[in-house]
């Protein structure tokens, strides 16, 4: 305690250079944290979003289905088993059913996938209640920003669409854009035009059929027949990987950031001993041992360390409060991006991430406050009282 | 008294049109007894307009009723050698310069045919249009002079590509004239325009055809035949996958 | 003077070595961080552009118009004249002439009949006689069975679709697509490698073949879908911008006019480029500030404990101001010996690190991950000065600080401290 009370003393008596000292350990804390926190933030994001967006709590796939063979959607689209249709009707499962069509918007040709999808639903984002629209006029569709800007079309825009049914007929209604959302997950606007299920399912003559049931959370996983059960997890694999592996070259930064406070903890401890060795030699004098000098140096240096946690602390919070609630925004429409990523970012920062952070560089500015502290270990006393060591 | 008979005679009259008018079903028979031949051996041109300027195919087709038919392309110099074998639900492509047989099934019979208003499917759906479509006359128009029935075919299983066309069909000569194909909820989709009838072995005969996809802007395809055999002895063996090496 | 001042930092190596190691590892940190940065913010940029985006892409206005669809009907003809024109207006340009193209693989069995079919979408490249589109695209990482196309006729197909197709290296396939004028176009290639590329859309059905092949193949003689153009170094908006100006369509809306676009204008890559632009500012910012506190403090370190020194100085007769310029001047000359074998000995670690590259594989352990990521830095002309900022500047700014006391010290208190 008395070397702890003194360590602090000098350290604080030395006034300005042990605060830049501190406040440059604090910005490395701080950095580190931040930049972990927006990665974790970007990670939480893209499964956030996919989950408000397309998976919520998983999907069953009907038999064969394959995201990317748009030509298995027909053979992969079947009556829904009675478990699961009465979650369907409980509203625990939204079903969504999803046929290849044409669009003629001003008489281009473009090919679209129509996906079906209730009304009501509430499970997922899509603002989905506009495509209820009344039984005359177009039928109302609602679409990603960057699929009206891919088919150069507005709100309220009309145009013709047509598809093939079940049994291979011809058939096209004039549809109308009554909606038109911005999401971060491109798998649900690039390309997709969203319309009623039910409309859907009259369509192509396929009442009551999907080719994925959107799991809510209170729903129950039942195993079925013909229908598979993908977990979050499963479905985010490649995303989550890719920002895996995108977050694993940042790691370099904490690296560097660190080795910059330690930099600064060691010049500063080098110096110190340096100056004060008169200091360390009448400590030696007056009966401390070179363990205990040595140790003195040690936590002096540490302490750098838990003030610069302080100064962190004070300055450090409200920024990262901010980065966490208010996020950084991109002026940009974000859903264009490949990768899914929202336009603001929001730092996820947990008390797990602080701690271990804190935690490292502790221990790692310790260990740099003990190196030069060494030497005092091979001091001559009595030289070191006329500063004639190093 | 009077004045009831004539109202009654006024409104029955308006009931009546379809009784003046021929059943669509013998009119569609006269259309089969008059194009159907039992085979056909034919020269045709097609017409392409594209973004790079219009295009024009040649082939030879030899068919046999509505199931089997053979093309070769004639011209233009790229497409010359290929050969296309379609028998029953089956549709085979030769190309000369790969020396390959491929079979186009699924997706692919959905395609155009060399960037036409055709899809390989239009090329395929062959059953005679009675097995297809119910047919009412409900009008009698006339088209470029020529006296026409105007026939509305509704389709009579669910697996029709087209759920109703209507047909604009020449009274005296029993060909259509007009075509135009409609999706169920009463969209036109596609429209053919045939013209230049003339007669050949004895059957009147549209010579020159316009497709034209109703929803795409753009000016259609034109196919015209430059020679026509009707009810010709065919070479024996055509209608084999061997015949397209 | 100089010569005076540098004899003595060399001569006393408490007064010069500790600082010069201090400033020399900042500045090396400085100068690492920043290729580091350069390196893998560009890196998403980078990669964007040389596999799909190009820092500038030309095609016709067509074409760019419905790019979704890769519409070959509206491909840029003449190429050979328009590249060479391109090279004598941009000599520092890179072109690379391409077709994207969608279809259908056939298998035949033994007789020449289909016996599997597989959808793909293809490109055309150049594969043969030159490495520069396999260097470009990273395609030798992601070859996962046989080899390159060497002779005609020769394509390299996703190992996904190989295994399901039931091919085998050496098999004969057929291409059935739609040529520039809208013609089913068939081609025969042999099957010569396989590629893995780790991302699912790709994997499912994607072909590469040497471009002279595909325009065989669809009837695109001298043609091509779109010409991607690559600066020296990294994408340059500025640059880009001017050159769209100079391609700006006439306004008649002729499709088959040329349009050029900056890879900022391609879909979706307007946020990256900006994101990895203010990302960088900020970490480089604030990377330069704190170093040069660092730094600073250690320039002021090292003038404080040489008050002892001044006292002496001064007492025997040199003036405040010759004493405080000798103090300032050995900063100087810290900074600089400092910041010129830090930013060299940055430069030889961010050189390491961009020819041989961190490998993510070995950062996280996950059998999944079959694309190698390796993050490079990449040295830039920056990269060279950006170490003198907090090297020279803050060792200077300290000793200036530190010095203050000399004037504000009597030579008497200051000779106490010399020990």
Known sequence: ????????????????????????????????????????????????????????????????YDPWDPFSLDSATASIPEPLARQVEQGLLEPVLITQATVYPEGRMQGVMLRGIRPGQQLLEIPTAVLRGDSMGPVPVVVGAFMARQL?????????????????????????????????????????????????????????????????????????????????????????????????????????????????????????????????????ALGMTRGQVVKHFTIEGSLYALLAIVVGAVWGTPLIWYLSAVGISFPMEAAEFGVPMADVMYAAVTPGLVLGTVLFVFVVTAIVSYLPARKIATMNPTEAIRGKIL | MIQKFVILMLATTSLLPAQNFPAGKSIL??????????????????????????????????????????????????????????????????????????????????????????????????????????????????????????????????????????????????????????????????????????????????????????LKKGEGTRMTFLDLQLDTALPAGIFTKASLK | MIRFLFKGLLRDKSRSLLPVIVVAVGVMMTVF???????????????????????????????????????????????????????????????????????????????GYTRSQGNVAGAGIRLIGSDEEIERMDLRARLFAGRFPEHRGEVLISNELFKKMKLRLGDEVTLISSSMYGDMAMYNFTVCGTLHFGIAALDKG?????????????????????????????????????????????????????????????????????????????IIFIFVFAMS???????????????????????????????????????????????????????????????????????IKDSTLMLPTVFRAQITPMTYVIGFIPGVLSTVIGAMLAGIGIYKRQTAQLFKELT
Request: glycine share 8%; with cysteine; net charge negative.
């Open chain 1, 152 to 284: 150069k079309v507005k709100l309220n825009d009309e145009m013709i669409l047509r598809w093939r049914d079940k049994n291979g007929a011809f058939e096209a209604v004039d549809i109308r854009i009554a909606g038109v959302f911005k999401t971060a997950v491109p798998s649900i606007d690039n390309g997709v035009l969203w319309i009623g299920l039910e409309n859907l399912q009259a369509m192509t003559m396929r009442q009551g059929e999907a080719n994925i049931l959107v799991k809510s959370e209170a729903a129950e996983v039942i195993e079925v027949e013909g229908w598979t059960f993908k977990t979050v997890d499963k479905l985010m694999e490649a995303t989550l990987l890719l920002v895996k592996t995108k977050s694993a070259g940042t790691s370099v930064f904490y690296v560097i950031f660190l080795l910059l406070a330690m930099l600064a903890i060691f010049d500063t401890q080098t110096l110190a001993i340096f100056r004060r060795q008169r200091e360390i030699g009448t400590m030696v």
């Open chain 3, 206 to 282: 994607m072909v590469y073949a040497d471009i002279e092949d595909v325009r065989n193949a669809l009837y695109m003689d001298d043609a091509a879908g779109e010409i991607l153009g690559f600066f020296p170094g990294n994408y340059d908006e500025k640059r880009a911008l001017q050159l769209q100006e100079a391609f700006a369509p006439d306004g008649s809306g002729d499709e088959f006019s040329l349009v050029l676009t900056p890879m900022s204008k391609a879909s979706g890559m307007d946020f990256l480029i900006l994101y990895s632009r203010y990302a960088g500012f900020i």
């Open chain 2, 29 to 214: 028979e006269k259309v089969d007894q008059n194009m159907s031949a039992r085979t056909r051996i034919s020269v045709s041109r097609m017409e392409i307009t594209m973004a790079r300027g219009s295009r024009t195919i040649e082939a030879k087709s030899w068919s046999e009723g509505d199931k089997n038919a053979f093309t070769e392309y004639l011209a233009p110099a790229r497409e010359k050698g290929t050969k296309m074998l379609k028998t029953d639900r089956q549709l085979w492509i030769y190309s000369p310069a790969t020396d390959r047989v491929i079979q186009i099934s699924g997706h692919m019979l959905r395609q155009s045919v060399m960037g036409s208003d055709l899809s390989y499917e239009d090329m395929m759906n062959d059953t005679p249009l009675l097995e297809q479509y119910s047919a009412i006359v409900d009008a009698a128009e006339t088209i470029g002079g020529r006296s026409c029935w105007v026939v509305t075919l509704t389709a009579l299983a669910p697996d029709v590509s087209y759920h109703q066309q209507k047909m604009w069909i020449d009274q005296e000569r029993n060909v259509p004239l007009k075509i135009e194909m409609y999706a169920r909820g009463g969209k036109l989709l596609k429209k053919i325009e045939l013209s230049d009838v003339k007669r050949v072995q004895g059957r009147w005969f549209p010579m020159s055809m316009l497709y034209k996809d109703m």
């Open chain 3, 293 to 363: 506190i660092v730094l600073w403090n250690a320039g002021l370190l090292g003038g404080l404990r040489r008050y002892g020194e001044f006292g002496l100085r001064l007492a025997i007769g040199e003036s405040k101001r010759e004493a405080y310029g000798s103090l300032v001047g050995e900063a100087v000359l810290i900074g600089l010996v400092g910041s010129v074998a830090g930013t060299a000995i940055g430069l030889v670690f961010a050189y390491l690190m961009q020819e041989f590259g961190l490998n993510a594989g070995d950062m």
């Open chain 3, 33 to 111: 961080l920043h290729a580091y940065l350069e390196g893998i913010l560009n890196d998403s940029i980078e990669e964007s552009a040389r596999l799909s985006s190009g820092h500038v892409k030309i095609t016709t206005l067509g074409y760019h118009e419905n790019s979704s669809q890769r519409p070959n009907e509206y491909a840029v003809t003449a190429v050979d004249r328009l590249l060479e024109a391109l090279k004598h207006d941009f000599p520092d340009l890179q072109w690379s002439e391409r077709i994207l193209f969608g279809g259908l693989l056939d298998a035949p069995d033994g007789e």
């Open chain 1, 1 to 64: 305690m008395l070397l702890f009370k003194t360590a602090l003393q000098s350290l604080i008596g030395n006034g300005l250079k042990t605060w830049l000292t501190v406040f440059v350990l604090s910005l490395a804390i701080v950095m580190i944290i931040i930049m972990q926190g927006i990665l974790h933030g970007w990670s939480r994001q893209a499964i956030d979003d996919a989950q408000r967006w397309e998976l919520a709590d998983g999907q069953y796939w009907c038999g064969g």
